[in-house]
């Protein structure tokens, strides 16, 4: 029987066979630790279908597979795809695309799987260079109830983060506006090769009930973006900028209530909704 991909000795194997080594271009740690995996795997919701973006050399996939009914991962790295193809070949419920996630017709991906599968949740190791953008993407799909991601641990921190704290930012609001987070657990540094200077942890989002249509988010998320694009600046110059209007920003910002020389960075969820209404 063959050795699990997220044993130190078969990624060791694996990496010599196909002469590899981690590209910090791409961001590739890959996953040295089973029971880490397999604790990720199971508590993914991933049973139905199961998106994975970066699967590196297979690692966390392999475990998805064992637990899902489908899962299509998302390769950037063309010299992974034969090492995938071979790691892999065991499994007849994985489909890996070459293709940069953050380019996908990802509605197109997520009706397709739905309607074949019943439900789709995601689950990957991101790399940290496109972390914000990739769980950007996917806040915006509406079928995707859970998402289940190890990213480094100031980027978890900054899914906590309150009003005034230095980590809040725009993915702070988007993320507690549409989901309950918890932290799963922490990934020390040695469970990677090549080993990272700092901790992970895994996140795990689980959407909340929503009565605003796909659009209506989207907009929303724009102007909260909008708010949080020069930090230092106020909330003023951002809204005058995106509103191309200073005197339209002034109007909106006394309408919501919210005083013209606070930054974003102190803002509540509350007050950019209520910002969002009044510019409807």
Avoid: W
């Amino acid at each position: 029987m063959k050795k699990l991909i997220s044993t130190p000795s078969r990624t060791k194997k694996i990496l010599d066979q196909f002469n590899l080594r981690a590209k910090k271009g791409f961001g590739q740690n890959f996953l040295v630790d089973p029971v880490i995996v397999e604790k990720c795997a199971s508590m993914a919701h991933a049973e139905s279908a199961v998106i994975e973006i970066g699967p590196g050399i297979g690692s966390l996939t392999e475990a998805l597979c064992m637990h899902a009914k489908k899962v299509i991962a998302f390769e950037v790295d063309k010299d992974l795809m034969n090492v995938l193809a071979d790691t892999l070949s065991d499994y007849d419920n994985v489909e890996v695309i070459l293709q940069d996630f953050l380019e996908c017709d990802l509605e197109q991906v997520v009706t397709d799987l739905k309607q074949q599968y019943g439900s789709v949740s995601v689950c990957a190791n991101l790399p940290y260079y496109i972390t914000t953008p990739v769980l950007f993407k996917i806040f915006e799909n509406l079928d995707i109830s859970y998402i289940t991601v190890m990213v480094q641990k100031e980027v978890g921190d900054r899914f906590a983060a309150k009003p005034n704290d230095t980590e809040y930012s725009a993915l702070s609001v988007e993320g507690q506006y549409l989901f309950d987070i918890k932290k799963l657990f922490t990934v020390p540094g040695r469970s990677f090769n090549p080993s990272p200077a700092v901790d992970s942890v895994i996140i795990q989002f689980s959407r909340k009930e929503n009565d605003k249509s796909n659009q209506e988010i989207q907009n929303f998320f724009t102007l909260v973006r909008a708010c949080f694009k020069q930090r230092r600046k106020t909330i003023y110059n951002n809204l005058k900028e995106y509103l191309q209007d200073g005197q339209l920003a002034t109007q909106a910002l006394e309408k919501a209530e919210i005083p013209s020389n606070k930054r974003a960075q102190q803002l509540s969820i509350e007050e950019l909704e209520r910002l969002f209404e009044v510019l409807q």
